[in-house]
């Protein structure tokens, strides 16, 4: 009886091992499943974020090439103007150097006139002095001379009428220069105001063309943008697209490995109780660990519990992710979303040691009153 009983031990300590072993395997795999899930739900996340903000680019981009598109077309139209106000200004800038030069001939003319007026002049002021002497001469020579007094007298008369003659045609010419020197002065004074006009319209000539040639460059660059931001707006087309396929795979594969999860959840449940029927050195027992607030990722809290249980020693049956319930989230919302459970035997001396005493003192003090919500099997220890 007792040899059979102890064949019977060692058989369910083989069955045991070897269950403990698959259930190792198991856990690996599911471990796995479960943080390639998280990288891929995380790489999901980040393609429909850049998805969002690519497209945020592309309509910010045809926004800026309509704005520009209008400046643009407003440039065309300004230049369009200015081109037009030069070439006005170039027609009034030929007038009035057409009109600068009539004056100029005028004057010249006038100026002609004046000096000819001037010598008709001389010559007459040199008659009327010559007449005044022929008559000096001939009142004294009538004065000693009686016989001759008659023809003298009628001499005197002719000469005295000539001088007066002379003095009106000198008056009248005075007069014709004085008129030629005032429209002289006139045209000078119409001369000094186109040339004033030609210097006003050169100067906003030369404003025009700048003004011009600023609108140019800025039509260009506004082409240039345009063209930049075409590109742009292409690429960032190209990217979504390349996001959204990325997306589409990863949401296959996450499905694929949610599959493959459900299984190895399956098989896990089954494991601790056939576990537990090898003897009476077993009592089933978890522990939660939640995340904290710096803890953004799910795979940087799997790091974490990974690495805590490591250097404690801790020997884990199973580890499973649970998603916290709404009660949860009302009592701590920075722990909502997913935590990780591990179930372990307590009657394990491995599990005895201070160090896991400690650790998990430590993640009961993180988890708080959350642990004892989500602890609703009542055959389980809450250490």
């Known amino acids: 009886m007792q040899q059979r009983a102890e064949e019977e031990r060692q058989q369910a300590e083989a069955e045991k091992a070897a269950l403990a072993k698959s259930r190792d395997l198991v856990q690996q795999q599911f471990m796995q499943a479960e943080q390639q899930i998280a990288e891929l739900q995380w790489s999901k996340a980040k393609a429909e974020g850049d998805i969002q903000e690519l497209s945020g680019q592309k309509e910010q981009a045809e926004k800026q090439i309509a704005e520009l598109a209008s400046t643009k077309a407003d440039a065309e139209k300004q230049v369009s103007q200015l081109q037009g106000d030069k070439a006005s200004a170039d027609k009034e800038l030929e007038e009035l150097n057409a009109s600068r030069a009539a004056a100029d001939k005028e004057i010249a003319e006038l100026q002609g006139q004046s000096e000819e007026l001037e010598q008709e002049m001389g010559a007459l002021k040199s008659q009327k002095a010559e007449g005044e002497k022929e008559i000096s001469a001939l009142k004294g020579k009538n004065s000693n001379l009686k016989t001759d007094k008659a023809g ?169 992710t649970v998603a916290t319930s709404s009660a949860v989230d009302d009592i701590n919302p920075a722990r909502a979303g997913q935590f990780v459970r591990v179930w372990y035997n307590t009657k394990d001396a491995a599990n005895q040691t201070d160090k896991v005493k400690q650790m998990l003192e430590n993640a009961k003090k993180v988890s708080g009153p959350d642990q004892l919500r989500e602890a609703t099997n009542g055959c389980c220890s809450v250490q």
């Open 152 to 320: 003298s007298k009628l001499r005197i008369v002719k000469l005295q009428t000539q001088k007066q003659n002379s003095e009106k045609t000198i008056t009248a010419l005075e007069e014709r220069k004085k008129n030629a020197e005032q429209q002289i002065d006139e045209l000078e004074g119409k001369k000094t105001q186109a040339e004033g006009e030609i210097s006003d319209l050169q100067t906003k000539q030369a404003q025009k063309e700048k003004e011009i040639t600023d609108m140019q460059e800025k039509e260009k660059e506004a082409a240039a943008q345009i063209t930049a931001l075409e590109d742009e707006k292409v690429s960032a087309e190209e990217q979504v697209t390349a996001l959204k396929t990325t997306k589409q795979v990863n949401e296959q594969k996450i499905a694929q490995l949610q599959g493959v999860q459900e299984d190895l959840t399956q098989t896990l449940q089954n494991v601790p109780w056939k576990l537990k029927a090898g003897g009476g050195d077993f009592q089933l027992g978890f522990a939660n660990f939640m995340p904290q607030s710096f803890e953004e990722q799910f795979t940087v809290l799997v790091q974490r519990a990974k690495e805590q249980m490591k250097g404690a020693g801790f020997k884990m049956l199973s580890a499973e």
